[in-house]
């Protein structure tokens, strides 16, 4: 079974030493009093809420699952998820980065996202409870009528009522434009919607007493394609004008999916029979208005799978540190004992720190993005805001697609360092592999990803976005070019910055002849952008590191370590991807299709 | 549900035209009669036997599983799986490649092999009731006495009765030497087993009358570590003089685990309490004769990783071409559609690609290695026999390794290919993929296997085994030197053997210094020369399929597509690898063990 320790050192290092995070929040007006001892004092309380509540069913949920009851249309839950989940409201976790307007406490995003990490690490199938709220939260909150905010946002808020997505169709996910479901108008300016949804997560539970769906749907009139889609919101039950909870509304789970992972949550089938639903922004822009949710809902899914390699690493190092096998190549290292533990052993000692590396490269990259976002949202200069949102822009697909890919190697390789234990339930650490492998499916696939990232972020303003970045990259590199000890981090990060132009360059000439191109080299290059933000931060790190590995605390030698492993170690993945993605279209697209 | 054609057409060509296995077989005395005519006709009825009976029974053997009832130790399959064993009994399948002195059909390990492919691609769970059998069944004829022999091997060669291997225990897997079961002399010349094994695959179950576990304990006075092993023959039923079945013998499953995956397999616990058993080989010597076991094991286990690649790559192609989702980057390809096949989106192709190039990649090192095993054992020329041995023992460690590896990537992409369909349970994909995972981990974990290839097989004889198989490679690149259409494939195989060349002398000399280098650099190597082996088979395959492709038969052209597509975007994964080898031990190795 496994276990869990909040990382809230390294959390505290990215935040107040890498990025200052107190003088970011300082700059905002809605967050001047956010200082470092408010934020700590959350992640220490909110971690406890995770190792404490939350990690100890992580294993019942999974091999639980959901059970429906299709005669009165109920959905329960694993044991103990009901009141984790009331802990969870009462204790106003629900509502950390919320507005205070609607009884939110207005903290940062990156505080909320670090809460995120740390119950994504806990129990990712229960967090996506949660998680698919504050989607709802956000597009409501954005697109939402006054009267509709007024109604929904509080309980949204306090997480009284939870919230999901009702996107896919059984024939349309990425494509969306070919959705079905109906909506038709009412004299009271409602609307009936009448459809079938697939993988709705959280669609049905018994945990909160409402649930507040935000369903895509065709106007009778709507256009055909993307343009003809609006976005509603259906209640499960019509709350009554005191707030209280009214009819139950016809948007029934019909049944629950069998899937690889993330059993605890109920992923289901959802069948709208004429539901009632109110228009969330204008007629036939929903998909505008959701992907308000949709890139919030990229950032969380990014958070799980940094939550999930980070709990794999831990739960990986006290195996390899506690399980003797054989002797070290090089002499036994521990002669009084009949093996020497397997953390000696080369291999082993790579899969750990890899996982290791991920999970700190992760945590930067995703405290940076969540900074950022931040700002974008609470900044009150406008051209900071802008410059802010183009780099969550930029960031976005990676946070999303790099971390998860990460994970699902990362949580392998953990796997693979407990041998045979690693493949048996009971050690838990199998679950966190099939749980992390949807992560590269939801929310846009990870090729979805890295066509956002290349076709519309970089090439798609002329390299813009992906140059202001490389700024910040070139002005490390300049203000270290003396620094003889930050040379091994330095000079691979330059040589990269100098490839990833280049290669930025090539596949954007290629591709005005052939848009394929951009398909065919996507994926490789999301990898190497992914890895160029990594070994920005790493190098950032390695310089805090290394100006205070004698102080005392072990934190900054392990730091330096890791940043050196990650040098050496894991960045040359970037050689192939850059081959891969350099050798272009044509042998992809020359094999008839009845060939395959 | 999953679907499954024997590829039969592929394993034709690679057989048949590539490596002319007729003439092989005819120059050894045994195998004279065994032309292409039979092999054709094996693997069409062999094929036969997986789609028709195995392929349907997979997915309930998943879901159901295995039951154990403690109260009479007996253990109840899935579905449809007693039924499968008796028919495969009863058409001969059991003894394809056993000895005709003790019922055995004496044909090619090279033909079984390719029919164990079949069977893995249809049930991998299954399949390993029968493939551990073989197992016993080797370990038992190489080492076992002649009255041992007479009374099992005629049970074991019809399947009537099934084989176990009980190596592991709770506290030692890869490290055997700290193994405990105790065997204790008896005056009749038989033993007494006491002990406790676990993840014993196939160790209870009802398809078959009796089981005959192969053993490893220690004598009373065996010396400590690894050789004070012995291994000892403990049937289920002690078997009647007249070969009925006797006494049941108190080795009992104590409970089933549960599994990431190969849930139709029965992994069990087994205690011995007093169990009676016969040694087989040398006292102390157990290891040596389970090693017979072992290889054999590893080269099936790499049949398990192809057969995933292949049956994944079907059912990932099948949704593909049907699945339509989003118009091509290029334009719509099926405008009376409302959107184009999946199959034209340039990365769903490199998915799928990659998926075939591992399977055919897989195939030809495979089967070339049965080949090789065939002269081995059967080649009346003792010079043959061990160049062929000596070509075995390096690809052995390659073939389980690199196909195991291969598969997880693949059957991964195949489910990518599904989108969120592939995380359900009905589609069958995400089968595959958990049970690919034990793959990696079993009959030595994969990085054992590199270990065994860097350091054993290769360090080991100063790159003798390696230069042999470099020669072959070499010859073709001077034999196609002047072939212009040759070229694409050419130059880099020569490019890359100059590179693991280089890498292998650069890791010796480093390894000599510092044994930890070994293991730094192990795993990365095996995939660089993994690669190797690829592309030389891949050089091969496209000549033959360059003479041919005007042919009319459309199976040249894919070929070619295919080998273009693994020179092109799959091969410059070893310039990745390439560095991380060199990149050497000291940023594993300098991190102290608390810092983790």
Known sequence: MGQYVPPIRDMQFVMHEMFNCESVFKAMPTMQDIDADTVNQILEEGGKFCSEV?????????????????????LKTPTGFKEAYQQYVE???????????????GLPVTVNQAFYEMMNSANQAWTMYPGLTHGAYDALHA?????????YLPKLTSGEWTGTMC?????????????????????????????????????????????????LARLPDAPQGTKGISLF????????????????????????EHKMGIHGNSTCQMNLDGASGWMIGEPNRGLAAMFVMMNAARLGVGMQGLGLTEVAYQNAVVYA?????SRALTGPKAPEKQADPIIVHPDVRKMLLTTRAYAEGGRMLAIWTALELDKELSHPDEAVRKVSADNVALATPIVKAFLTDNAWEATSHCMQVYGGHGYIAEW????????????????GTNT????????????????????????????????????????????????????????????????????????????????????????????RAAKLALEKQDSGDKFYKAKLHTARFYFQKMLPETASHIRKARAGASSLMAMEEDLF
Chains 1, 2 share one sequence.
């Open 91 to 105: 204790a106003g976790w629900a509502s950390l980065a919320c507005d205070p307007h609607y009884g939110g406490q």
């Open 428 to 443: 838990g650490m199998e679950q966190y592999v099939r749980d992390s492998r949807i992560n590269m499916i939801y929310e």
């Open 54 to 74: 939350l990690q100890p069913i992580n294993a019942v949920g999974d091999s639980e699952g959901c059970t429906l009851n299709k005669a009165d249309h109920t």
């Open 448 to 539: 979805i990803q890295s066509l956002d990232l290349l076709g519309r972020k970089v090439l798609g303003d002329g390299g813009a976005k992906l140059m202001r970045f490389g700024k910040l990259v070139r002005e490390l590199c300049e203000a270290e070019s003396g620094n003889e000890a930050m040379k091994e981090f330095i000079e691979p990060l330059a040589d990269l910055g100098d490839k990833v132009s280049k290669l930025t360059m090539e596949i954007g000439g290629k591709a005005m002849a052939n848009p394929d191109e951009v398909g065919a080299a996507a994926v490789d290059y999301l990898r190497v952008v992914g890895h160029f933000y990594f070994a920005y931060f790493f190098a």
């Open 321 to 325: 540190k506690d399980r003797i096998q």
């Open 167 to 215: 996107l896919t169709e059984p024939h349309c996910g990425t494509d969306l434009g070919m959705l079905r479901s109906k909506a038709e108008p009412q004299a009271d300016g409602s609307y009936k919607i009448t459809g079938a949804k697939i993988f709705i997560s959280s669609g049905e539970h018994d945990m909160a007493e409402n649930i507040i769906h935000l369903v």
């Open 143 to 151: 697109h939402g009528t006054q009267e509709l905010k007024d109604a």
């Open 233 to 256: 919101l259906v209640p499960k039950f019509i709350p009554n004008a005191d707030g209280s909870i009214g009819a139950r509304n016809p948007i029934f789970c019909g049944a629950i």
